[in-house]
């Protein structure tokens, strides 16, 4: 049963969602995250939010300069940009297109966190935050900041 929350987290970083559908996903995600929390689960989902809500122009320059550095060090410098100058744009890979309803990347990174919180800091229960606080440590924050 995990996997297929993690299923839910890999769409959550890689599909558009449409504002009209999301709160059906969302509903859908929340079932079954409360009956599969694990730690694993726990930290996969507080690097999702992470992700989401990180500026998106930093990363995209960190992981520029970091592919310039590792090329740059392997002396793969001439032959990356030859194949990318010899790469067709019909062959890369394309992302799929927003729709004009389509949630932002932040936008559902804020809906994941506000479900996330409600779970964590149910007034019935100290279970989750328990938990909660003793997977997704500092340690998994400040990797997740350097991996973003």
Do not use: W
């Amino acid at each position: 049963m995990a996997g297929i929350v993690r299923r839910f987290i890999d769409a959550l970083k890689g599909e558009n969602f449409n504002a009209d559908v999301f709160p059906e996903f969302l509903e859908a995600f929340i079932t079954l995250f409360k009956c599969n929390m694990s730690g694993d689960i726990l930290r996969s989902l507080a690097l999702f939010v992470t992700y989401a809500l990180h500026d998106g122009r930093t990363f995209s320059y960190r992981n520029r300069a970091k592919r310039s550095a590792t090329r740059i060090a392997n002396g793969d410098v001439a032959r990356a940009i030859d194949s990318e100058r010899s790469t067709p744009r019909s062959l890369s890979p394309a992302l799929p297109e927003a729709g004009i309803n389509d949630l932002s990347r932040q936008e559902i990174g804020v809906q994941i966190l506000e479900a996330y919180s409600d779970i964590l800091c149910d007034p019935d229960s100290d279970d989750s935050i328990k938990r909660f606080a003793k997977t997704v440590t500092n340690k998994v924050c400040e990797l997740s900041s350097t991996l973003i």
